[in-house]
């Protein structure tokens, strides 16, 4: 045996908690085999700690998802609950149509995630989806009639049915025929009655 193997030898008994006092040990009749030995047991322990630390990290990587899911579903029933409150329910579960465009509510993460993606803007990052559940804003989808599940402009307006923003792919600004469409929306909003809803909360 190389001196250099027989110092790993000794560190590996060791970290064992092997007594290197006892000749047995600090002297095997067979020192490469019982290297080979003290190397293959630290290794399987290694490899147990390794596996230990792969589950633990799974169990908190799926924890942490878990309360992420519960924190958007909470999020997204809070946003159901302002719809109601402040939307008029032709909207809830539908859409107004003029000329050739159409606008309809976002119901929740799913809705903004899917928005943002298609037109590479900022509002499915969640800061919108925490306007709409305190009712501070609301976001709207404009389409064409004749493609109405194709992301083309995203509506953000205030309280009061104002436009605060209304932005294209990568923010682009709307043509005039949108922002004509978006102005009679809002007009339309703002004469219709404010929801009446019973045990809301």
Known sequence: MRIRDYFDYLDECLTLGLDIKNRDVVAPKHPMEAHRRTSMIIAQQRARELEEQRQAWQAREAEQEAQRQHRLVNQDEQIAKAIRRNIPAVLVNGAFESGAYRATVARGNADLIAESMALGHCVGTGGYANEMSRGSSFIFFVR???????????????????????????NCAPPQDVKVFASEFTAWLRCQEKPVIENAA
């Open 144 to 170: 064409r009639r004749e493609s109405s599940d194709t992301p083309f402009f995203t509506m953000q307006l205030s309280p009061d049915f104002r436009i605060l923003q209304l932005r294209g792919r990568f």
